[in-house]
């Protein structure tokens, strides 16, 4: 089971101490962060040579690290030269993997997508659409939670629907975004406001590696997003509480499946017709006041005889 100690923490042991299984366990943990990195910048394919290459010279060249406060700086230095030597980073693409079951990202993000809110779906569009400008993307965000944690929130719904609904095994789906994630989809969209500021967030991820196998997970969806994905993709606004409740509006069938009856119409009473049972008992009625009328009569007369 793997530790929660630091890579610092587990170089110390290695150095110092000779712990050969901390040394295993800090390689294991850069070669984890480096998938991160490369997938993120490259995907999975393209990736994989700088992946392989930083590796190879991580190995090669802890060694002759000294200085535990210099660890982390020279292991993103491996990683940036070999990612720089392929082209840094790719305007993204569709790029199935093992993760997907081999289909198509883009097919999979457009399955998921009408049943997203349509405000997460214009959220993650403008997000990852390079010719919307930062403040129209700061001014929409704003408008729907804030910036950018309105994004990550649209982020983990689209990760939530792509498992629940195509069956993708992600391994990291928090009930709730972290707030200290939130410049995690500007990382994978490319809106990082300078290269010192992207390479300082990945020089952060190895701090955190639940975030790393995060961006792992979901860089063939960034990739899939910033080619539009989702462009196209709209989810049916849900209908104002007024409307719904409009009593004017006609009564709706049960839905398949439901348990529920439909409330039937209040229908007007019609007519009874001729033989109906509503006819009958007004003949009975009309009979029984001929009778008392012929009653009183007869009545009447008696009296008058009599006198």
């Known amino acids: 089971m793997e530790s929660t100690a630091t890579v610092q923490e587990l170089f110390k042991r290695w150095r110092n101490e000779g712990d050969a299984d901390a040394g295993m366990e800090m390689a294991q943990k850069f070669s984890d962060w480096y998938y991160a990195i490369t997938a993120a910048r490259l995907g999975d394919r393209l990736g994989r040579p700088p992946l392989e290459a930083a590796c190879q010279a991580f190995e090669s060249g802890i060694v002759q690290v000294t200085r535990t406060s210099e660890l982390v700086d020279w292991a993103w230095n491996l990683v940036e030269r070999s990612t720089s030597a392929v082209g840094s980073r790719v305007n993204g693409g569709d790029f199935p993997n093992a993760l997907t079951g081999n289909r198509s990202p883009t097919a999979l993000i457009q399955t998921v997508g009408p049943r997203m809110n349509p405000v997460q779906v214009q959220l993650l569009r403008a997000t990852f659409d390079p010719t919307v400008s930062s403040d129209d993307l700061s001014v929409l965000a704003e408008d729907n939670g804030g910036m950018p944690l309105a994004i990550l929130q649209a982020r983990y719904e689209l990760k939530r629907l792509l498992s629940s609904q195509c069956q993708v095994p992600f391994q990291v789906l928090p009930a709730s975004p972290n707030l200290d994630l939130a410049p995690l989809p500007l990382y994978e969209s490319a809106r990082m406001g300078s290269t010192d500021e992207e390479g300082a967030f990945e020089k952060w991820l190895i701090s955190d590696l639940e975030l790393c196998k995060d961006v792992a997970e979901f860089s063939a969806f960034a990739h899939a997003l910033r080619v539009g994905a989702l462009n196209g993709v709209s989810a049916a606004p849900v209908a104002p509480v007024a409307e719904r409740k409009d009593p004017a509006a006609p009564i709706a069938p049960p839905q398949a499946g439901s348990t529920q009856p439909a409330t039937p119409p209040v229908e007007a ?17 009309l009979l029984g006041l001929l009778f008392v009328i012929a009653f009183l009569v007869v009545l009447v007369l008696g009296l008058v005889f009599m006198r």
């Not at 009473?269 to 009625?285: K, L, M, Q, T």
């Open 269 to 285: 009473a019609e007519p009874d017709e001729p033989g109906s049972s509503g006819g009958g008992s007004r003949s009975v009625i």
